[in-house]
Nanobody, 115 residues
Framework: QVQLVESGGGLVQAGGSLRLSCAVS????????MGWYRQAPGKQRELVAT???????NYADSVKGRITISRDNAKNTVDLQMNSLKPEDTAVYYCKGLAGLFAVWGQGTQVSVSS
């Protein structure tokens, strides 16, 4: 079974940093990690940062300047470096990938930021 596997979540104090990583498990045929979304309790899932199909990046306004998305094409991974974390960054972070026209989601990793 092909799936996306996230890692790197955890508990950190405000102002701290975390690095999330998303990798493909199973057959890598056509499944490409593209970006990160998050969902806080009681809220809708929202974009954090993503690569577009032409290779450019999109960031949520709330994370610009603090969070950087990067990719390793050889390893087929997408990472999210998160600095200057705030309590409002607390959420489950999900990796989203594309397999052709189909979207594939990871199981999510919890990020908790204490004040």
């Amino acid at each position: 079974q092909v799936q996306l596997v996230e890692s790197g979540g955890g508990l950190v104090q405000a102002g701290g940093s975390l690095r999330l990583s998303c990798a493909v498990s199973g057959s890598i045929f056509r499944l490409k990690p593209m970006g990160w979304y998050r969902q806080a309790p009681g809220k809708q899932r929202e974009l954090v940062a993503t690569f577009t199909k032409d290779g450019s990046t999109n960031y949520a306004d709330s994370v610009k300047g603090r969070i950087t998305i990067s990719r390793d094409n050889a390893k087929n991974t997408v990472d999210l470096q998160m600095n200057s974390l705030k309590p409002e960054d607390t959420a489950v972070y999900y990796c989203k990938g594309l397999a052709g026209l189909f979207a594939v989601w990871g199981q999510g990793t919890q990020v908790s930021v204490s004040s």
